[in-house]
């Protein structure tokens, strides 16, 4: 017999799931905490340019203003202006599959750009180009 007890004990699971399925899905996130081993890297602008036009232009387009139906804007982007740049590095090392609740493009955007060879360097080069976009 079903108690009272075990139904809300599956309902609450059922909640919690739902709770973490809108919040962009635990390994996606990023925290504070994980990105702290990126803050030590300061980015140089001029390599991130040539980084980012050998990656990410394909889907940001070459002045990273994104691609229909691909990549976002990055240069109006309020998620590049409001976090920090130890927490995009560690964003783009993980990327964000199409599923993801957070991603509406339905695009994977995939770890490191698609780009296994890039650097944590690089990527903070990255990260630094995109900050002289913003607008």
Known sequence: ???????????????????????????????????????????????GETAFAGTCVPCHGPDAKGMPGLGKD???STFVKDTSDAELILFVTKGRPAGDPLNITGVDMP?????????????????????????
Not at 7 to 32: H, K
């Open 1 to 47: 017999m079903i108690t009272r007890l075990s139904v809300l004990f599956v309902v609450l699971s059922l909640l919690a799931s739902a709770l973490e399925a809108c919040s962009g899905g635990g390994s996606q996130s990023t925290t504070p905490d994980e990105a702290e081993k990126f803050a030590s890297l300061k980015g140089d602008a001029k390599k």
């Open 74 to 76: 990055l240069t109006t």
């Open 111 to 135: 770890p490191r750009g698609g780009n296994p060879a890039l650097k944590d360097q690089d990527l903070a080069d990255i990260v630094a180009y995109l900050h002289t976009l913003q607008k």
